[in-house]
Every structure is written in C-alpha cells, then in structure tokens.
C-alpha cells in the first residue's frame, strides 16, 4: 500500500533536485538485483541521476519498488510501479493466469540458460508526466528465475507504448540479430552511497554524462558499494522483455540464452 503523503515528498524532493531528462529504459530502481536485495534489507534506496532525470517513486510498507523509465518524446517523463515482495504465483503453469491479470501475451519459457522459473509477481505500472501525473495504467509481470548457483534472474514484461522510445533509441552495450531478432545487451554500473555529499568530483562527473551509471541515495547508515548488472532486452509484438541479472552472467552467456525464446 502507497504512503501518499512519501510518495508527494520523495516526487518534490527529486524535482526540486534535477532538471533534465535522459532517455533510458535501463535507468529505474528495480533494474539492478542487487537494489532489490539491498531495497529488502534496509528500507528502500532512491535510484537519482544528477540533472539528467525527473521521476516519482512509489513508497510501499515492505521495500521501495519501481522501475523509471524516462522518455524524451512526448508528454511522458517517467514510469512508476509497484509490486509486493512475495510471488503472486509460485507454479509455472499460472502464467497463462498472470497474463490474463496483465492484459497481455508474451514468451515465457520455463527454462532460460541454467536459470529455471521460480515465481511471477504482478506489476502496477503508469506513464508520469513532469507534473507527476499518471496516465496509461496498467499491469505488467516479473518473472524470477534462478540457477543451481542461486543466481537470481528476472524476466519483466511490459506493454510497449508509441510514446516510449524504441530499445535501439536508448543506450546499450551491444546489439545482436538472433533468429531473426535484435537482442540488447546493457551492462549497467550503480554506485551506493548514503549521500550525494560521497560523490567524487569524478563520479559526480560521470554521473552527468554517462547514461549507464546509476547513482543510489540510501541515507545514513548505507556502505558505500558497487554493483554491476547485466541486461538483455527485446521487443516482439507489442511486448518489451527485460531479462535482468548479475554481472556473473557474461553477455556471450545472455546471448546464447536468447535462443530460448524462439525455438
């Protein structure tokens, strides 16, 4: 459940604190897995890239949800979402169920790689304009997966709008035909801190001008560490697919692993 009058303060904190917006799909708080753990174990981090983007956050009671992702066409800014820390469902065979919640029809295998389903969350998600307010509501799906290691490995789907800019149209690592299908992969870099104050002049540098480098605000008590996310996405009839997971899975890997959805 949404604590509105957080969520009103995290939104004005964040627009009275950046101006600008870049385009990227990649750039929300649910996009590295180790956010997610981190969110679980001490209350939630503010995803924030300095003068680059405009975005409300979602507040709810277990952990900080939501995934951003800012568009520079159109009157979308941003994207929130929300979702429960526990699966929604636990078997395989639900997914016909969780695509009829979501409204929609994607690929979803059963096995990715080494990595074999786990569970499905349903995803609350709307478009934001500057002003925060919320159009094109909707539900999404993420599918957890994980392999014989506990490598974690998630699968998020989601409706594409023409407002939204195309995957080729925002920043990645490399771009592969597969079957038939471009394949992105993005290697994604987020740094901790409790706050912006630890930034160094060169990180804050970097934080301006590289679109695949992530700043997370925890607040006091947060260490200051590094994470590395790894990143495949998609398009294929209206859906956009991202399979997110740790810098453990190299891109040969995930590339490889991109065969699974069209046997």
């Known amino acids: 459940m949404v604590d509105k009058e957080k969520f009103e303060d995290v939104r004005e904190q964040i627009n009275s604190s950046v101006d600008g917006i870049f385009p990227s799909d990649f750039v929300k708080n649910k996009i590295d897995l180790q956010i997610r753990d981190l969110e679980r174990e001490r209350g939630g981090f503010m995803m924030k890239r300095m003068k680059k983007l405009k975005l409300a956050a979602a507040l709810s009671i277990c952990i900080l949800v939501g995934r ?39 690929v979803v295998p059963e096995t990715i790689g080494d990595f074999k389903f786990d569970g499905i969350r349903i995803v609350d998600v709307a478009d934001t304009d500057d002003e925060g307010n919320q159009m094109n509501k909707r539900k999404a799906i993420d599918v ?23 995957i080729e149209e925002q920043p ?13 992969f993005t290697r994604l870099e987020s740094l ?16 301006e001008n590289d679109p695949l ?4 605000i925890g607040g006091e008590g947060t260490k200051r560490e590094t994470s590395i996310s790894h990143h495949l996405s998609f398009e294929d009839n209206g859906i956009t697919y991202n399979f997110m997971t740790s810098e453990e899975i190299s891109s040969e890997k995930l590339f490889e692993m991109a065969s699974e959805f069209f046997k």
């Open 172 to 184: 990645y690592t490399e771009k592969r035909q597969i079957n038939g299908h471009d394949f992105y």
């Open 68 to 106: 951003v992702g800012v568009y520079a066409i159109g009157t979308i800014t941003g994207t929130i979402s929300s979702s429960t820390s526990y699966y929604n469902y636990t078997k395989y065979e639900d997914i016909k169920k969780a695509e009829k919640k979501a409204g929609l029809e994607a």
């Open 192 to 207: 901790f801190l409790a706050s912006e104050k630890e930034m160094t002049p060169e990180e804050k540098e970097r934080s």
């Open 213 to 216: 480098f992530n700043v997370g």
């Open 144 to 166: 957890a997966y994980k392999d014989s290691n506990g490598t974690i490995g998630e699968l998020s789907l989601d409706k594409f709008s023409p407002n939204q800019p195309k």
